[in-house]
């Protein structure tokens, strides 16, 4: 693992937790996105938990792994400098959760998005609301989240088999900054539940965490 980038967290910490009051104490926490809609939001509450654990043992960060959840237009979502959003489709944002993601998002927060299978159109349609000038890109796998902590050359790992398709991973940017990270064909939150919610074996939940701790590391340092 690369320590200089673990340094920069923790010199950053600071900074984030001054940006985002966290819910309390200066204890790390991820949100899980209670969207509108008929999606199943609240699958694997055990993903976050267990991904904040491995955080914890490879960054030495303060974290609560906990599984929490804020609705999307609930103020309290800028209390979270990271947001999760999950689900099989049946995504769809009122003009009250538009308005408050536009804002989380162009105010500094992150929002990871991972399509547990039949999410994509939803995810693409409701986000063009959120940001209509923008579109999904797909980022190379060049772009520094793929190696910050953990070398990934090849982008997201396939941790779910879904169409048999190749994983990608997508971005939207406001400002030059990567405010939406989100992976297609790919699901890391599968290999980050308990192991017998999904029997991936240890390699691949092993690489979904680290995939994880990349993400989390981005969005805190960017």
């Known amino acids: 693992m690369r320590y200089s980038h673990v340094l920069c ?86 003009d009250a959760e538009v308005r408050n ?26 986000m063009k609301k959120v940001f209509p000038d923008r579109d999904f890109v797909e980022l190379p796998f060049s772009h520094p989240i793929y190696s910050i902590a953990f070398p990934f050359p090849q982008g997201p790992p396939k941790i779910h088999e879904h169409d048999g398709k190749p994983p990608q991973g997508f971005g939207i940017f406001y400002d030059g900054r990567l405010c939406v990270y989100y992976t297609y064909e790919s699901n890391p939150s599968d290999g980050w539940a308990d192991p017998e919610v999904h029997g991936n074996p240890p390699d691949r939940r092993e690489a979904a965490l680290k995939f994880g701790v990349n993400i989390l590391l981005w969005a805190l340092t960017h």
């Open 9 to 94: 967290v923790l010199m950053l910490w600071s900074l984030t937790t001054t940006a985002f009051a966290q819910a309390s104490g200066s204890e790390f926490r991820i949100a899980r996105v209670k969207y509108s809609g008929s999606g199943d939001w609240y699958n694997d509450p055990s993903a976050e938990v267990n991904l904040l654990k491995f955080f914890q043992q490879y960054t030495a960060l303060p974290v609560t792994p906990t599984f929490e959840y804020v609705d999307l237009k609930s103020e309290n979502i800028f209390l979270y400098p990271v947001l999760f959003l999950t689900g099989h489709g049946g995504v769809k944002f009122t």
């Open 101 to 126: 993601l536009r804002a989380y998002l162009q105010n500094g927060g992150f929002l990871y998005i991972d399509d547990d299978y039949g999410l994509d159109k939803d995810i693409r349609r409701e």
